[in-house]
């Protein structure tokens, strides 16, 4: 028997204050490996604080954060906690690769230049390696002839490809997506939420902050809903959107779904 592998992501009692505004009251998640868990829950319910917590790009004031079994090391407790070991969250982060909502590209490079930024100059790795994967994801996302464009030269749905192709080029152990649709029209939309699919489908380990119901019933393999801060109901999509059990959930669903 093969020791079971540890989630890639665990959160234990995770709160977040911004002074006295309590952001996260508690949360416990896990993000096994190869499953998709999407964070569900009306504006200011705290997602993509959550998210954020997760890379250590916010920090939290208590509870425990673990990756792939390795817990996070804290100095200070409370508003003063911080992370122990900055070689520790350089480590975490990029292997945590995020994609935010606004796509984040750097203007005064090309395409390729910003997917392959990271990688060789963060990572260190050799240039001609990285230049070769940079062209494979952007295969990979459908824009492969956009790799010597400008960022502003692309529609925002191409600009969002691009950003999950940097990501991925740095061969993270996790995706992180924060809203990665809602800055996009709806024709644009469905590119995105086509290379997300397709990302599920290849058995990635991501989290998915989202608004689109309809995607996250479709590639989740777990559905948190948050409320003010704290999980009111989670399980599989089947569960969560089928038969929600808290009137809060039923009440958010009622105004998020399209019969």
Known sequence: MHEAEPPVIEIRDLHKSYGPLEVLKGVDMVAE????????????????????CANLLEISQKGEIIFEGEPIRWKGAGASRRPADPEQVRRVRTNLAMVFQQFNLWSHMTIL????????????????????AARAYLEKVGIAD??????????GGQQQRAAIARALCMEPRALLFDEPTSALDPE????????????????????????????????SDHVVFLHLGRIEEEGPPEAVFGNPQSERLRQFLSHTLVS
């Open 146 to 155: 956009k790799a010597d464009a400008y960022p502003a030269q692309l529609s």
């Open 33 to 52: 490996r190869g499953h998709v868990v999407s964070l569900i829950g009306s504006s200011g319910s705290g997602k993509s604080t959550l998210l954020r």
């Open 113 to 132: 230049q910003n997917v392959m930024e990271a990688p060789v100059h963060v990572l260190k790795r050799d240039r001609a390696e990285v230049e070769a």
């Open 188 to 219: 644009l939309e469905q590119e995105v939420v086509k290379v997300i699919k397709a990302l599920a489908e290849e058995g990635r380990t991501m989290i998915l902050v989202t608004h689109d119901m309809r995607l996250a019933a479709d590639v």
